[in-house]
């Protein structure tokens, strides 16, 4: 959270947060985006297209989840699936959760929507759409939720009218705002060429949140516009907010290391240390990295198979669970794999009676292991949230977690 400040120093010309971009031994940033990149674009071919598009809803649920943990308003991933059902609690503290967590990932979602055929990496690194972020997700919100601890209600996409602290970092002072993002205007969306693309988007997203544009909601705000900016490589299929949120400290920690001023003639030419910036990109790579990697192993089709046959053999013994069983594996898998089946075909492909395909698939539609557009219409594979544990193991663990909160 910001707060209304003292300025101790002047902070008001673009050159003071020099460079945006690093330029000396960056090798070792190249050699990682070509690690993303690769398993990026092995990741998207993996499974079906409405798989991929089941894999999407999940992983806006899961960077609503941990972007607002991150932020220290984080609610049970079961309260999230309760808030897109309009299933809100009566405790008002944990219902104000679920809006915040709901406007993110229609936000989100609209956000994606309006991202052009081309030249998109351009497209999300203009300060025009982190104003379109902040604004995309708090006009969801009515004035309550989101007004600050201390009182000030935030106006959505409208840059800050007062000079702020943030911990020890002193950001730029309101009035100069804009002159930082025109000079940002300058170097982000210029960027071309898959080598720079990656650690780009990182340095973008530490000079964007050094600047503190808003009067609150700068950090959601950052990673939404963070999320748009990877789409052209992640397809929406993996959450660089999972792997930040797991290393919250860390995350934070190396945010502040790139705020440091230059250290010596051989620390870059700019105002702030190029080292620092460095490090944090390559912070953010190593997290990026991870995340895609997981995803990939993931969707293995050979674990991916054992595990439906496991979640088909666990449900077929348990008392609460009716009309499972083992025989729906095979269609199951097909589904994830090439594409919707008929609901003819996917009881043919069971190998059971008529009457007991029938109730297996139901069954199936019902706990949403299965989706269809109608009644009567093709069946494709999803991923509800009680069987990730079992599906996607430790992808989103605490969705498997109780659920204490009223």
């Given at each position: 959270?910001?707060?209304?400040?003292?300025?101790?120093?002047?902070?008001?010309?673009?050159?003071?947060?020099?460079?945006?971009?690093?330029?000396?031994?960056?090798?070792?940033?190249?050699?990682?985006?070509?690690?993303?990149?690769?398993?990026?674009?092995?990741?998207?071919h993996a499974v079906?297209?409405?798989?991929?598009?089941?894999?999407?809803?999940?992983?806006?649920?899961?960077?609503?989840?941990?972007?607002?943990?991150?932020?220290?308003?984080?609610?049970?991933?079961?309260?999230?699936?309760?808030?897109?059902?309009?299933?809100?609690?009566?405790?008002?503290?944990?219902?104000?959760?679920?809006?915040?967590?709901?406007?993110?990932?229609?936000?989100?979602?609209?956000?994606?929507?309006?991202?052009?055929?081309?030249?998109?990496?351009?497209?999300?690194?203009?300060?025009?759409?982190?104003?379109?972020?902040?604004?995309?997700?708090?006009?969801?919100?009515?004035?309550?939720?989101?007004?600050?601890?201390?009182?000030?209600?935030?106006?959505?996409?409208?840059?800050?009218?007062?000079?702020?602290?943030?911990?020890?970092?002193?950001?730029?002072?309101?009035?100069?705002?804009?002159?930082?993002?025109?000079?940002?205007?300058?170097?982000?969306?210029?960027?071309?060429?898959?080598d720079s693309l990656?650690?780009?988007?990182?340095?973008?997203?530490?000079?964007?949140?050094?600047?503190?544009?808003?009067?609150?909601?700068?950090?959601?705000?950052?990673?939404?516009?963070?999320?748009?900016?990877?789409?052209?490589?992640?397809?929406?299929?993996?959450?660089?907010?999972?792997?930040?949120?797991?290393?919250?400290?860390?995350?934070?920690?190396?945010?502040?290391?790139?705020?440091?001023?230059?250290?010596?003639?051989?620390?870059?030419?700019?105002?702030?240390?190029?080292?620092?910036?460095?490090?944090?990109?390559?912070?953010?790579?190593?997290?990026?990295?991870?995340?895609?990697?997981?995803?990939?192993?993931?969707?293995?089709?050979?674990?991916?198979?054992?595990?439906?046959?496991?979640?088909?053999?666990?449900?077929?013994?348990?008392?609460?669970?009716?009309?499972?069983?083992?025989?729906?594996t095979l269609p199951?898998?097909?589904?994830?794999?090439?594409?919707?089946?008929?609901?003819?075909?996917?009881?043919?492909?069971?190998?059971?009676?008529?009457?007991?395909?029938?109730?297996?698939?139901?069954?199936?539609?019902?706990?949403?292991?299965?989706?269809?557009?109608?009644?009567?219409?093709?069946?494709?594979?999803?991923?509800?949230?009680?069987?990730?544990?079992?599906?996607?193991?430790?992808?989103?663990?605490?969705?498997?977690?109780?659920?204490?909160?009223?």
């Amino acid at each position: 959270m910001s707060v209304p400040s003292r300025i101790v120093a002047v902070y008001d010309q673009p050159h003071q947060f020099e460079p945006l971009l690093p330029q000396q031994n960056v090798g070792g940033l190249v050699e990682l985006t070509r690690s993303v990149l690769e398993k990026s674009y092995r990741l998207q071919h993996a499974v079906a297209p409405q798989t991929r598009d089941a894999l999407r809803r999940l992983v806006r649920g899961m960077n609503s989840y941990y972007s607002n943990r991150i932020e220290g308003q984080g609610t049970h991933p079961q309260n999230i699936e309760r808030a897109l059902r309009a299933d809100f609690s009566e405790s008002p503290d944990v219902a104000k959760r679920q809006r915040i967590a709901l406007a993110h990932i229609d936000a989100e979602q609209e956000l994606e929507a309006s991202m052009p055929a081309t030249d998109v990496e351009a497209h999300a690194l203009q300060s025009a759409f982190l104003l379109r972020a902040h604004d995309a997700l708090y006009r969801r919100l009515d004035a309550p939720d989101r007004t600050t601890e201390d009182g000030r209600v935030i106006e959505p996409g409208r840059l800050r009218s007062e000079d702020v602290a943030v911990g020890r970092h002193q950001p730029p002072a309101a009035a100069s705002v804009p002159l930082f993002l025109a000079r940002m205007d300058q170097v982000y969306p210029a960027i071309r060429g898959l080598d720079s693309l990656l650690f780009g988007i990182a340095a973008a997203h530490h000079r964007a949140a050094r600047v503190h544009p808003f009067g609150d909601g700068n950090g959601r705000a950052c990673r939404l516009q963070t999320h748009c900016a990877l789409l052209p490589v992640s397809a929406g299929l993996w959450s660089v907010n999972r792997g930040l949120a797991r290393q919250r400290e860390r995350y934070y920690e190396m945010l502040a290391n790139a705020d440091r001023a230059r250290q010596g003639d051989l620390d870059g030419r700019g105002n702030l240390s190029e080292r620092m910036l460095r490090e944090w990109c390559e912070f953010f790579l190593h997290v990026a990295d991870d995340q895609v990697g997981f995803m990939t192993a993931m969707l293995r089709l050979d674990g991916l198979r054992d595990r439906i046959a496991g979640l088909m053999a666990l449900r077929s013994q348990g008392a609460q669970y009716g009309n499972y069983s083992v025989q729906a594996t095979l269609p199951l898998h097909h589904v994830l794999v090439a594409g919707p089946l008929l609901r003819g075909e996917f009881i043919q492909m069971m190998g059971m009676p008529e009457r007991s395909g029938r109730r297996v698939l139901s069954q199936l539609l019902k706990d949403g292991i299965l989706v269809s557009d109608g009644p009567k219409g093709a069946v494709s594979f999803n991923f509800p949230l009680d069987a990730l544990n079992i599906l996607l193991p430790n992808l989103y663990p605490e969705a498997a977690t109780v659920n204490t909160e009223p």
